[in-house]
């Protein structure tokens, strides 16, 4: 069992409302579920669509043709009924498409109709809702639940108006539609768990929870806005603060400021605000600051597509801001390595005293997963500062003492007798401001040269997913993860693999996996980005020396589907 269902309409429509609805019954149904979006920067109007597929197998990805399409609009006729399947059916309400269509492959639901006698319009949403589960065949006990859980607060009228409109609507689509085939009904001998139902945005504030984040600050840009508004949805609970702060460059030097008064901070944006935060991100590199910064991308120059995925901005974090600093830079492929990146970013960013950057896209960040569980005994939780006695009992404290390893003690100000002293010129041991050379090449000997070679040593190599000797690698970073996977598993004969990189600055070594002698072997070695200039191929030639023949990017703003992917690779091998 494997179907997809897009909801199309206008943005104001209620699309989320439908989509995500079902998604949560799905997930806790016990059906693997993979969504994604595609919305227009706009409040009112335009077309959207929230597409979601469930299956009784894990799955990573979205596919291209469509089971059920529930179009709130006439373009989402226009512009998806060719994706249906053979048997795939448009749902729609005649009424409010002003149209009627005859074709075997539409049924009307009067969905306004049915609201309307189940307690009012604004439950349409519902009646759609509850007509899709009776067409797949699924009952609503679940979806009662979910009703009973959000419209609690409005009192039982509210609440069984819902669950009244969702049952007229299941009634309907058990009754009316003659060509439904589908089936997801639970055919196991033993019940289906329920599932995670979790956003790469959701992961990626989870795991800075989980890390001990104290401290929030950003200004919201699409899609970065998700991260800070889940840590705000739990700053209560787990004591943090979020700061709204009135532009990019006052978001991270709030984060910088959180975290040199002594707690674990963090910041979040996209492209143009990141451009704003250069300026801080170098003054952290100089006061060698602890702070975690999440890049969400999005297709640019300048604004360009607000809503839309790319992975264009591998380049700028690499190598943005002035002078030279380390820096570690992340780039998850799924939620549930969003959780464990963002654990182990604020665990190196305060181990090392540097900033590590978290790369997402509105692909990963609006997408949802479904997991079976997060292994919570794999959070790691270090204290690297110095505090209370093992501070006060120092005779005397610099700030940027010399070391072996580079790295100094962390004081925080005001814990001690002793002074904390940092500063953005260049500066001594204890942060005061010089001018010599000597002194300026054994700090920077100290910030990056003892350090490098340290947190080369934390990051793990790529991902290694199918078969151990291949004669097809495919090689990704990033959001691609999930599409990469899919597509190898659909090779014959295993003969394919995945090299997904997550961790890329500094750049993986080969020396706990030669995953450069892998590509040197395979028959097929192809690169595959979000991007127009295949800016990964580029950095592992820079890196390795090893140059990618076949690259396959995609920079239209819309992500990767299996069967496109599939075709372009098919196209590959035959050029071969």
């Known amino acids: 069992m494997d179907y997809s269902i897009k909801i199309g309409g206008e943005a104001g429509q209620g699309i989320q409302t439908i989509g995500d609805t079902l998604a949560k019954v799905f997930a806790r149904s016990g059906y693997h579920v993979f969504t994604h979006q595609d919305y227009e920067s706009r409040i009112r109007g335009g077309h959207n669509f929230y597409q979601i597929r469930l299956s009784e197998n894990h799955i990573t990805a979205s596919k291209e043709r469509i089971d059920i399409i529930v179009a709130l609009d006439r373009e989402s006729i226009v512009q998806h009924e060719k994706e249906l399947t053979e048997r795939g059916l448009i749902i729609y309400d005649s009424s409010v498409l002003r149209q009627n269509y005859r074709e075997p492959h539409f049924m009307e639901v009067p969905f306004e109709n ?111 806005t998700g991260i800070m508004n889940y840590i705000a949805d739990k700053e209560a609970e787990y004591g943090i603060i979020v700061e709204q702060a009135e532009d990019e460059i006052a978001a991270i030097n709030m984060a910088l400021g959180a975290s040199f008064a002594g707690v674990r901070a963090m910041t979040g944006t996209s492209g143009g605000g990141f451009a704003l935060m250069v300026e801080g991100l170098s003054l952290a590199g100089m006061t060698e600051t602890p ?13 360009g597509f607000p809503t839309r995925t790319e992975q264009a901005d591998l380049q700028f974090a690499l190598y943005t801001a002035h002078g030279e600093f380390p820096r570690i830079v992340f780039a998850p492929g799924t939620p549930e390595q969003a959780f464990f990146l963002a654990n182990k970013a604020f665990d190196l960013a305060e181990k090392y005293q540097i900033p590590v950057i978290i790369m997402t896209d509105q692909y990963l960040a609006d997408s949802q997963w479904t997991l079976e569980r997060i292994d919570l005994n794999s959070i790691r939780y270090t204290d690297y500062r110095l505090r209370g006695e093992g501070f006060k009992n120092l005779a005397a404290y610099k700030r940027h003492a010399f070391t072996q390893s580079g790295v100094t003690p962390l004081g925080i100000p005001g814990d001690a007798k002793h002074l904390v002293v940092t500063d953005s010129d260049e500066h001594n041991e204890e942060g005061h401001i010089v001018e010599d050379a000597a002194t300026r090449i054994n700090m920077l000997d100290k ?81 595959i980005e979000n991007n127009a200039t295949g800016q990964l191929a580029r950095l592992i030639r820079a890196e390795t020396g090893f140059e990618f023949k076949h690259k396959i990017n995609k920079f239209d703003g819309r992500p990767f589907m299996v069967s496109n992917l599939l075709g372009d690779l098919t196209a590959c091998i035959d050029r071969l």
Request: proline share 6%; net charge positive.
């Open 114 to 224: 049915i609201a309307v006698k189940s307690g009012g319009k604004i439950m349409a949403n519902i009646v759609a809702v509850g007509a899709v589960l009776g067409m797949l065949g699924i009952d609503l006990t679940i979806l009662h639940e979910i009703i009973k859980d959000a419209f609690n607060k409005k009192g039982e009228e509210v609440v069984m108006g819902n669950i009244n409109a969702s049952k007229a609507g299941h009634d309907y689509a058990l009754t009316n539609c003659q060509r439904c085939s589908f089936s997801a009904r639970n055919v196991h001998k033993t019940p289906l768990l329920p599932l995670m139902l979790i956003s790469g945005n959701e992961a990626l504030g989870l795991g800075a929870i989980s890390a001990g984040l104290k401290f929030y600050s950003a200004y919201p840009m699409t899609p970065s």
């Open 447 to 527: 910030r990056l040269f003892k350090k490098l070679p340290l947190i080369k040593q934390e990051i793990d190599p790529p991902v290694l997913y199918g078969n151990n000797n291949p004669e097809i690698v495919l090689v990704g970073w990033g959001s691609t993860y999930g599409v990469l996977k899919e597509v190898v598993d659909m090779f014959p004969a295993k003969r394919a693999a995945m090299l997904h990189f997550s961790e890329i600055c500094p750049f993986p070594t080969t020396d706990k996996f030669d995953y450069i002698k892998m590509l040197d072997n395979a028959s097929l070695a192809v690169c």
């Open 291 to 303: 702070v975690v910064i999440a890049l969400a991308q999005r297709p640019g120059p300048a604004t």
